[in-house]
Antibody, heavy 120, light 112 residues
Framework: QVQLQESGPGLVKPSQTLSLTCTVSGDSLISGGYKWSWLRQSAGMGLEWIGRIFTSGITNYNPSLQSRVTMSVDTSKNQFSLKLTSVTAADTAVYYC????????????WGQGTLVTVSS | EIVLTQTPSSLSVTPGQPASISCKSSQSLLHSDGNTYLYWYLQKPGQPPQLLIYEISNRFSGVPDRFSGSGSGTDFTLRISRVEAEDVGVYYCLQSLALPLTFGGGTMVDIK
C-alpha cells in the first residue's frame, strides 16, 4: 500500500519561501509513470490544486500560483518537493501531496496533510 | 478554468435514507479518449479527502456499494442508497479533464 507523508516547517514568515517535501513509501516513485501533485486547503478557498510533477521532472502549475511555485523530484530519496515563494497570510493552509490514478492526475492516494501558517 | 457547481451545500439525512449530490460543470468533461474525468471524494473530519468514485461511476477499492455515481457531459450525481453514520463529512467533485484541476465547493452531509 502506497503511503505519502508531507514534512516541512509549520510556520513561515511573510515574504519568505514555503518548502515542503513529500516522502513516498510502499512503492518506488519511478514505477508506474504516475503523476504526483500538491494541493492545499484553506478555510477561505476550499481545495486548490497547486500543480503536478512527473518523475521525468516535467511540471504543470496552477496559473494562479505559477509565478511563485517550483516543484522538484528526487527519485533517489523517493521524494518530491514544493517551494512557494513570497508567501502571505493567504497561503496559510493544509498542504497535501497525492499520487494520481493510473493515467490520470486526480489523487488516488493522499498524504495526511501538513498545516502551514504564514505569520510573523 | 472549468468551474464545478455542487448542490446542495449541505444535507442532513436520517440513517438508512438515501442521499443525492449534484455536480454541474461549466463545460463537458468528456475527453477525446472516451473517458470522462469526473471524480467524487469524501473528506471526513480531520482527514484528507478519500477517493470514492472515479470516471463518473467506478467505485474505488474498498468503497461500499451503497455509493454510486452517474451522469455524463456536464451533469453528474453521487448517490448514497442508505446513509450510515460513517458517511458524515464533506463530499467534493473534482475534474481532471483540463488543467488546472478544479473542485466543486463541497457538500456537507450530517446525520439527523
Amino acid at each position: 500500500q502506497v503511503q505519502l507523508q508531507e514534512s516541512g516547517p509549520g510556520l513561515v514568515k511573510p515574504s519568505q519561501t514555503l518548502s515542503l517535501t513529500c516522502t513516498v513509501s510502499g512503492d518506488s516513485l519511478i514505477s508506474g509513470g504516475y503523476k504526483w501533485s500538491w494541493l492545499r486547503q484553506s478555510a477561505g478557498m476550499g481545495l486548490e490544486w497547486i500543480g503536478r510533477i512527473f518523475t521525468s521532472g516535467i511540471t504543470n502549475y496552477n496559473p494562479s500560483l505559477q509565478s511563485r511555485v517550483t516543484m522538484s523530484v528526487d527519485t533517489s530519496k523517493n521524494q518530491f518537493s514544493l517551494k512557494l515563494t513570497s508567501v502571505t497570510a493567504a497561503d496559510t493552509a493544509v498542504y497535501y501531496c497525492t499520487r494520481g490514478r493510473p493515467g490520470a492526475t486526480a489523487g488516488e492516494y493522499w498524504g495526511q496533510g501538513t498545516l502551514v501558517t504564514v505569520s510573523s | 478554468e472549468i468551474v464545478l457547481t455542487q448542490t446542495p451545500s449541505s444535507l442532513s439525512v436520517t440513517p438508512g435514507q438515501p442521499a443525492s449530490i449534484s455536480c454541474k460543470s461549466s463545460q463537458s468533461l468528456l475527453h477525446s479518449d472516451g473517458n470522462t474525468y469526473l471524480y467524487w471524494y469524501l473528506q471526513k473530519p480531520g482527514q484528507p479527502p478519500q477517493l470514492l468514485i472515479y470516471e463518473i461511476s467506478n467505485r474505488f477499492s474498498g468503497v461500499p456499494d451503497r455509493f454510486s455515481g452517474s451522469g455524463s457531459g456536464t451533469d453528474f450525481t453521487l448517490r448514497i442508497s442508505r446513509v450510515e453514520a460513517e458517511d458524515v463529512g464533506v463530499y467534493y467533485c473534482l475534474q481532471s479533464l483540463a488543467l488546472p484541476l478544479t473542485f466543486g465547493g463541497g457538500t456537507m452531509v450530517d446525520i439527523k
